[in-house]
């Protein structure tokens, strides 16, 4: 089996308490992908702590030096992850990730956090598209 290299910045991602895996007081920060569907780009989150909100990353995320068209600020987009049951949930930009993740509703894979960010004049035609890809993987109709 050939082995692929993963990016520097992802080598060492991992779920872990911090800032001290010892104190019962650290929290959890899960290595999160922000992935923007709509136009086939993503970013990477190394450590996104679970106090903190979607926001509180896309404040210093946005604006994307490849949006030339400036569809993607934080008033502008809405924010979705992927349910147990293959499904889409929306998420609050303002929830911390704990409160998100609690729900038991949302899916993180392989460790990582996923969070489709989409701008809201593209939401509900994303939305569609993305729950009839589901069912077609499912062989539903």
Known sequence: MRETAQPPE???AKVELTPDPDDPRSSLSFP?????????QSDFIKAFNEMQ?????LEYIFPLPWDQAGKYTAAK???YMETTAGGLIKVG??????KILSSGKVEVVDEV???FVVPKAEADAWV??????????????
């Open 10 to 12: 992802m080598e060492d």
């Open 32 to 40: 999160t992908v922000l992935l923007y569907p709509t136009d086939l």
């Open 53 to 57: 909100s979607v926001g509180d990353h």
């Open 77 to 79: 987009v809405e924010c």
């Open 93 to 98: 930009k303002k929830l911390p990730l704990l």
């Open 113 to 115: 956090v996923r969070i």
């Open 128 to 141: 569609v598209e993305f729950k009839s890809k589901r069912a077609a993987e499912r062989g539903e109709s």
